[in-house]
């Protein structure tokens, strides 16, 4: 890596904070005087020059993706597409009416019957951070069910279920209106819910990804995409970079 204030190499600090949405010049100037902008560990410095592709730099202790050629795409997945590149059976997949380059790649899975918010993005490192249970990063879920959703239900989903694959982490479980529930889990295994659910008696008929992180859009229809906005990287970001909370 280069060293902190490396002379006549990369690009001004300054720069490419702003460009990366941050904040304007003279507020990434302020930062880095209040100490809040850190390179490769080290406290930045006015002036000082970086490597896009090879220093790290933390604002308020979360690191800021600083390639140019980054997407960041979010998708509201409906029933039938299939969370996948590209499919042998031909059915339509998560990535049929993306650009398509630069190539991009789903973050996590939602099953063909599952719907909703999907991220799709080029940046390797922040999508194992979101996937990552260590990375705390909230998955929400509205779920349809048939069956009793009684204390005794709600109390086992909210310790963890016993699948054959080993115990689910704790999560947060509440029952807005009858025959619905609303699972918050930080961790992201196959069919997860689904499997949850059945293991207290209980039969998902629909399942909605209604957040990610930070991220929820209400107005995106089933099928459309968007870009996020600055302000919604730079919360993800933050949000991948916390602490699991305790069970």
Do not use: F
């Not at 941050?22 to 990434?28: C, D, F, L, P, T």
């Amino acid at each position: 890596m280069t060293g902190p204030g490396a002379a006549g190499s990369g690009e001004r600090l300054q720069k490419v904070l702003a460009a990366a949405g941050v904040a304007g010049r003279r507020g990434v100037e302020e930062m880095v005087r209040q100490g809040r902008v850190r390179v490769n560990g080290r406290p930045a410095r006015i002036g000082q020059r970086i490597e896009r592709d090879v220093d790290v730099v933390e604002v308020d202790g979360t690191a800021i993706s600083l390639r140019g050629d980054l997407v960041y795409y979010l998708l509201n997945k409906p029933r039938g597409v299939v969370t996948t590149a590209s499919d042998p059976h031909g059915r339509p997949t998560v990535l049929d009416g993306l650009p398509a380059e630069p190539r991009v790649y789903p973050v996590g899975r939602l099953d063909m019957d599952s719907e909703g918010l999907l991220l799709l993005t080029n940046d390797g490192d922040l999508a194992q951070r979101v996937m990552h249970p260590s990375g705390g990063c909230e998955k929400e879920y509205l779920a349809a069910v048939e069956g009793r959703i009684d204390r005794a239900a709600l109390s086992a989903l909210r310790r963890g279920v016993e699948l054959p694959d080993s115990v689910t982490a704790p999560a947060r479980v509440s029952s807005p209106q009858r025959g619905m529930l609303r699972i918050v889990l930080t961790e992201g295994r196959n069919r997860q819910v689904r499997r949850m659910c059945a293991a207290v008696g209980l039969t998902v008929t629909r399942l909605v990804r209604t957040r990610i992180g930070p991220l929820r859009d209400a107005r995106l229809a089933p099928g459309q995409w968007r870009e996020l906005t600055t302000a919604e990287l730079r919360s993800l970001e933050a949000a991948a970079s916390a602490e699991a909370p305790a069970g």
